[in-house]
T-cell receptor, first 113, second 112 residues
Framework: NAGVMQNPRHLVRRRGQEARLRCSPMKGHSHVYWYRQLPEEGLKFMVYLQKENIIDESGMPKERFSAEFPKEGPSILRIQQVVRGDSAAYFC???????????FGDGTRLSIL | GENVEQHPSTLSVQEGDSAVIKCTYSDSASNYFPWYKQELGKGPQLIIDIRSNVGEKKDQRIAVTLNKTAKHFSLHITETQPEDSAVYFCAAPMNRDDKIIFGKGTRLHILP
């Protein structure tokens, strides 16, 4: 039973480009969460999605950032016109339902040149 | 506001001794408290969790205690081993939903 799969593991972009981060939840999980982690810090909640719905995006910047979890395929976190400050590790977690344990992927490390 | 405080930020323990990490939370409605272990280059791994209807839960060398009145919960690792070295995070949901707030983490070093 595969865990949460994130790709790519490492992503390098130049300022102004777009970054797309993918997350495939664990089998049977329909709830997906995205978090951001800066070095030596904890994880900051960004967005919570169920299939085809954004449930809570209170932690996501209003501009340049978007997330989706389509009926088919992985969840996507999209960052447009990246800036140096977007450099971080982005983690995805999934759970089978509300208030259930969240299981994390190994993250995508985004570096902005 | 929503907050989870975690202490200490760094902890060094002799191999075989016990380690204790403490957290406090602000939302009295929180009812689920997971602990995660994160190794270098990996994602957080859920190691134990506790719900508010119990005061203590144990799994082999790991235990978690919860004091809902004081809004404290703690992780206890006994008979520590080198592979316990990692960063540990406590977390609590806020606002009756699945938005989880993480503590800032404790870097645990197990000394030989």
């Amino acid at each position: 039973n595969a865990g949460v799969m994130q790709n790519p593991r490492h992503l390098v972009r130049r300022r102004g480009q777009e970054a797309r981060l993918r997350c495939s939840p664990m089998k049977g999980h329909s709830h997906v969460y995205w978090y951001r982690q800066l070095p030596e810090e904890g994880l900051k909640f960004m967005v919570y999605l169920q299939k085809e719905n954004i449930i809570d995006e209170s932690g996501m910047p209003k501009e340049r950032f978007s997330a989706e979890f389509p009926k088919e395929g992985p969840s996507i976190l999209r960052i447009q016109q990246v800036v140096r400050g977007d450099s971080a590790a982005y983690f995805c977690a999934s759970s089978p339902g509300r208030n259930q344990p969240q299981h994390f992927g190994d993250g995508t490390r985004l570096s902005i040149l | 506001g929503e907050n989870v405080e975690q202490h200490p930020s760094t902890l060094s323990v002799q191999e075989g001794d016990s380690a204790v990490i403490k957290c406090t939370y602000s939302d009295s409605a929180s009812n689920y408290f997971p602990w995660y272990k994160q190794e270098l280059g990996k994602g957080p791994q859920l190691i134990i969790d506790i719900r508010s209807n119990v005061g203590e839960k144990k799994d082999q060398r790991i235990a978690v205690t919860l004091n809902k009145t004081a809004k404290h919960f703690s992780l206890h690792i006994t008979e520590t081993q080198p592979e316990d070295s990692a960063v540990y995070f406590c977390a609590a949901p806020m606002n009756r939903d699945d938005k989880i707030i993480f503590g800032k983490g404790t870097r645990l070093h197990i000394l030989p």
